[in-house]
């Protein structure tokens, strides 16, 4: 099974940026869409971002145009880099990946341990 860590989480004040990485055990050229999701205390874990085996990119409408992700197949690595950052972003963020695994369309899901992302002044 794939193993996935991610880092580079921290405290900043409002409106600052943090770069949040992925690296996988595994060459993430084999994934069919690699993500960013987050959980506050007392939430639902809720998707943030994700990127497709094309390039293709999604984004909750809460991070649109603040967020980035990418991808360095080379590195096995997938990023996030969150600007203008607000307090309610404040969440353990986790990569996951996903890869189809049979022609019924079953999926295996992968997902680092959480990094820490807290905006405070």
């Given at each position: 099974?794939?193993?996935?860590?991610?880092?580079?989480?921290?405290?900043?004040?409002?409106?600052?940026?943090?770069?949040?990485?992925?690296?996988?055990?595994?060459?993430?050229?084999?994934?069919?869409?690699?993500?960013?999701?987050?959980?506050?205390?007392?939430?639902?874990?809720?998707?943030?971002?994700?990127?497709?085996?094309?390039?293709?990119?999604?984004?909750?409408?809460?991070?649109?145009?603040?967020?980035?992700?990418?991808?360095?197949?080379?590195?096995?690595?997938?990023?996030?880099?969150?600007?203008?950052?607000?307090?309610?972003?404040?969440?353990?963020?986790?990569?996951?990946?996903?890869?189809?695994?049979?022609v019924e369309g079953a999926t295996a899901v992968s997902w680092g341990q959480g990094t820490q992302v807290t905006v405070s002044s």
């Amino acid at each position: 099974q794939v193993q996935l860590m991610e880092s580079g989480g921290g405290l900043v004040q409002p409106g600052e940026s943090l770069r949040l990485s992925c690296t996988a055990t595994r060459s993430i050229f084999s994934f069919d869409a690699m993500g960013w999701y987050r959980q506050a205390p007392g939430q639902e874990r809720e998707l943030v971002a994700t990127i497709t085996s094309d390039g293709t990119t999604h984004y909750a409408d809460s991070v649109k145009g603040r967020f980035t992700i990418s991808r360095d197949i080379a590195k096995n690595a997938f990023y996030l880099q969150m600007n203008s950052l607000k307090p309610e972003d404040t969440a353990v963020y986790y990569c996951n990946s996903r890869k189809v695994v049979n022609v019924e369309g079953a999926t295996a899901v992968s997902w680092g341990q959480g990094t820490q992302v807290t905006v405070s002044s």
